[in-house]
């Protein structure tokens, strides 16, 4: 089984919505177990442990959380070039956090194929539609499939 690891912050819930939805529909894929961890919950051997980590924020003041940074820092110890991941994020004003992440994601060696999603304020329907398409093309991936 691919393990995929889905680590969000979420201050207003909106972000734990969209977590929730990227897992939902990771979990569509069959051969892909499927994590869903708050910072607070992840711990470094699932870090280690999982070929695929998808990873969201709010936006704070047109930054990632400090709690969020330190995670990603943290990240840096553990081996994940050549993993797969994603972001995603929620805003109110900027939406800068799912580029950021992706960035640091990114620059620490793993593959980021995709964009990301964002969502302003409280995810509509469209937007937790892309969170489960998201959540299912990392998991796709993570099995061999290409479509």
């Not at 972000?15 to 894929?29: F, N, S, Y």
Request: glycine share 12%.
């Amino acid at each position: 089984m691919a393990q995929l690891l889905v680590v969000y912050e979420s201050h207003t819930g909106n972000t734990r919505k969209m977590a929730h939805a990227v897992a939902e529909g990771a979990r569509q894929v069959p051969g892909v177990e499927v994590a869903l961890r708050s910072l607070n919950e992840v711990r470094t051997e699932e870090l280690a442990g999982a070929e695929g980590i998808i990873v969201g924020a709010p936006t704070r003041n047109t930054k990632v959380p400090p709690a969020m940074e330190q995670f990603l820092g943290r990240l840096r110890q553990v081996p994940v070039t050549g993993k797969l991941g994603a972001s995603f994020g929620s805003y109110g004003w900027s939406g800068e956090a799912p580029a950021l992440i992706r960035s640091s994601l990114v620059a620490q060696g793993l593959l980021l194929p995709w964009v990301g999603v964002r969502a302003k304020r409280a995810p509509d329907a469209q937007a937790l539609d892309n969170c489960r398409g998201l959540g299912e093309s990392v998991a796709r991936r993570l099995v061999g499939e290409t479509s």
